[in-house]
C-alpha cells in the first residue's frame, strides 16, 4: 500500500521545486499550476517517453502540433460547442456551486432513494444523474423543486440547501480573435487535443504517403473551465494532454482497439514500472450513441481509483462530423480494398499532468529501515523510487568536501552531456542523500579524498542504498547500465 496522501505529495512538491499553485503571490488562481525546475524536467522527460513509444518507435503513427485556437466551426462540428457541459446548482445559503455528479456522490442513501422515487428511476448515482440530465433538458423548475423537497445536502455544510434551478455549464474557455470583441469573433481554447488531428487527417496522410491503417499522436495543453478543480493536479483548467488518433477500416477496429489497449497497458508496466496492482481496466457501462467501445485505464490515486487514461473506439463519428460541417469529403481510398470510406477512430488520450501525479503518488515512499542500515538515528527517509527515464536528476555528483569541487564539477560537466546530471556541494553528505532521494535522483556519485589518488569513486543506489567503487574510466557505461537495467 502506498504512504503517499495528496498532503504530502503537494507538500513535497512544493518544497523540492516540482509542482506549485500558480501566481501564488496573488493568492493563488484555482485550478491553475506551475511547474518548478524539477517539475519540467520530470514532465518534458515523461512527454519524451510517451512521445518516444507511442511516435518515434513506430512507422506507423505520425506526430503533429496544432495550434490551441481553432476555427470555431470545429468545436461546433465537434459537439463541444453545444455539449461539453456540465450541470451545476448553487446553494442560496452557502452560495456554493456544485456539480450535479459531485453532489450526488455525497448524498446518504435515503436522500438518493427520495430522489430517485421523484424522478422515477434507480437510486444508482450514474443513472440518477442521466436521469437529472434529461428532466434538466426539460424542466429545470421542477427539478429545482425535487432537489428543496428531498432535501439534498450542502457537503460544504452538512445541511440541505436552498437550491437554485439547475444550469448547463459549458466547459469550453473563450476568447475573441482580432479586435471587434462580438459573437463572429468568438473563439475557444481547445478543450482536447484530438479535435486537431482529425481535420488534418487527409493533409498528413497525403503529405506522408501514409495508408491506412495509421495513427496521428499529439501532444499539448487543452482547457477546461472545470466546476469544481481538485485533488491537486488531478482536475485543473489547464492541463496537458498526449493522444493518438488511429484511422483503420471498420472491419479491422476491434482487433486495433484490443492492440492499443494491450500496448498501452504494455507502456505502463515496462516503461513506467507500475506495480500491477497499481492499475485497473473499467469498460464503459454508457456508451456515446456513436461509440462502439470504451474504457479507462484507472490508477489508485490516495482518494481512491480515477481515471487516468481513455480507450475509445469512436466509429465514423469525427470525421463525418467535420465532413458535413466543412462540407468536404473526407473519404479514404483504400488502394488495397480498392474501397472508398471514412475510417474508423480508435482514440487513446492520456493527461500528463494527471499521469505526472500518478507517477509521484507511486514513486513515494518512506523507510525507516533503511535509514537505521545507514547507521543513522531512525527517522524517516522520504524517497522518491522514480523510475530513471522520467527522474528530473539522474545522477548526482557529491564531492565530500568543497575542497574536491573543482573534480567534482569536472564529473558532472562530463556526465552532462549523457544523463541528467545535478553537481550538488552545499551541506553535510548525508543531508544531500536525502535531498537527492526527495526529487528521486536513481544514482549519487561521491568523489572523496580517496579519489584523487585511486581514481575511483563512489556510487550509491537510491533504492537499495549500497555502495559500490567504481573506476572514473567506467563510470559511464556503469551508469548508462543501471539506468536502464
Ligand atoms: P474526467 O471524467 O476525469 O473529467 P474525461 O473523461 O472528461 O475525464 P477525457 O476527455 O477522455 O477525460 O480526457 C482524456 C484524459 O485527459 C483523461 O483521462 C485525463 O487523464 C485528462 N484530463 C481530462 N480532464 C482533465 C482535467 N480537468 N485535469 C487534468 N487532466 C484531465
Redesign the pocket.
Known amino acids: 500500500m502506498s504512504k503517499a496522501t495528496i498532503e504530502k505529495i503537494s507538500n513535497l512538491c512544493k518544497r523540492r521545486g516540482f509542482i506549485f499553485q500558480s501566481s501564488e503571490l496573488y493568492n493563488g488562481i484555482n485550478g491553475f499550476w506551475d511547474y518548478g525546475p524539477n517539475g519540467v524536467a520530470m514532465r518534458r522527460a515523461l512527454e519524451q517517453a510517451w512521445w518516444n513509444y507511442m511516435v518515434e518507435a513506430r512507422d506507423n503513427v505520425e506526430g503533429q502540433d496544432s495550434t490551441i485556437i481553432c476555427h470555431p466551426q470545429v468545436w461546433k462540428a465537434s459537439g463541444h460547442v453545444d455539449q461539453f457541459a456540465d450541470i451545476m446548482v448553487d446553494n442560496k445559503i452557502s452560495k456554493k456551486r456544485f456539480r450535479i455528479d459531485n453532489l450526488l456522490e455525497q448524498q446518504s442513501p435515503e436522500v438518493l432513494q427520495a430522489l430517485a422515487d421523484s424522478f422515477e428511476t434507480e437510486a444508482d448515482v450514474a443513472k440518477l444523474e442521466a436521469s437529472f440530465e434529461t428532466q434538466v433538458e426539460q424542466k429545470t423548475e421542477l427539478v429545482k423543486v425535487i432537489l428543496n423537497d428531498c432535501k439534498v445536502i450542502d457537503p460544504s455544510t452538512k445541511k440541505p440547501g436552498d437550491w437554485t434551478e439547475p444550469k448547463q455549464f459549458n466547459l469550453m474557455m473563450q476568447t475573441y480573435v482580432g479586435p471587434v470583441f462580438d459573437e463572429d469573433h468568438k473563439a475557444y481554447l481547445r478543450a482536447?487535443t484530438c479535435q486537431p488531428i482529425f481535420i488534418n487527417f487527409h493533409t498528413i496522410a497525403t503529405s506522408m504517403r501514409q495508408k491506412v491503417p495509421f495513427g496521428i499522436a499529439q501532444t499539448g495543453k487543452a482547457f477546461?473551465n472545470?466546476i469544481n478543480p481538485r485533488n491537486f493536479?488531478?482536475?485543473?483548467r489547464e492541463?496537458s494532454?498526449m493522444e493518438m488518433e488511429f484511422f483503420c477500416h471498420e472491419e479491422e477496429a476491434m482487433d486495433w482497439y484490443n492492440y492499443w489497449r494491450d500496448e498501452r497497458l504494455k507502456f505502463y508496466k515496462d516503461v513506467l514500472n507500475f506495480r500491477p496492482e497499481a492499475t485497473r481496466t473499467h469498460d464503459h457501462e454508457k456508451l456515446a450513441h456513436y461509440a462502439k467501445a470504451a474504457m479507462d485505464i484507472e490508477f489508485e490515486f490516495p482518494f481512491g481509483w480515477g481515471?487516468?487514461?481513455?480507450i475509445h473506439h469512436r466509429g465514423t463519428w469525427d470525421l463525418s462530423q467535420h465532413a458535413e460541417h466543412s462540407k468536404q469529403k473526407l473519404e479514404y481510398f483504400d488502394q488495397a480494398r480498392n474501397e472508398r470510406y471514412i475510417p474508423t477512430v480508435i482514440e487513446t488520450?492520456?493527461?500528463l499532468?494527471?499521469l505526472m501525479l500518478a507517477i509521484l503518488c507511486h514513486a513515494y515512499d518512506e523507510d525507516e529501515a533503511e535509514t537505521q542500515k545507514e547507521g543513522k538515528e531512525t527517522d524517516v527517509r522520504v524517497v522518491l523510487r522514480l523510475p530513471a527515464v522520467v527522474a528530473p536528476v539522474q545522477v548526482a555528483v557529491l564531492p565530500l568536501s568543497k575542497k574536491l569541487s573543482e573534480s567534482s564539477e569536472k564529473i558532472h560537466k562530463d556526465l552532462q552531456k549523457n544523463f541528467r546530471s545535478a553537481h550538488d556541494v552545499t551541506q553535510a553528505i548525508g543531508r544531500r542523500y536525502r535531498r537527492q532521494d526527495e526529487i528521486g535522483t536513481p544514482l549519487c556519485v561521491t568523489y572523496d579524498f580517496d579519489s584523487e589518488e585511486d581514481n575511483c569513486v563512489t556510487v550509491r543506489d537510491r533504492d537499495t542504498m549500497t555502495q559500490e567503487r567504481i573506476s572514473l574510466d567506467e563510470l559511464q557505461g556503469y551508469i548508462f547500465n543501471k539506468l536502464n537495467a
Open positions: 482536447e477546461r472545470e493536479t488531478f482536475r485543473s492541463f494532454q481515471e487516468l487514461e481513455g488520450s492520456v493527461g499532468d494527471r
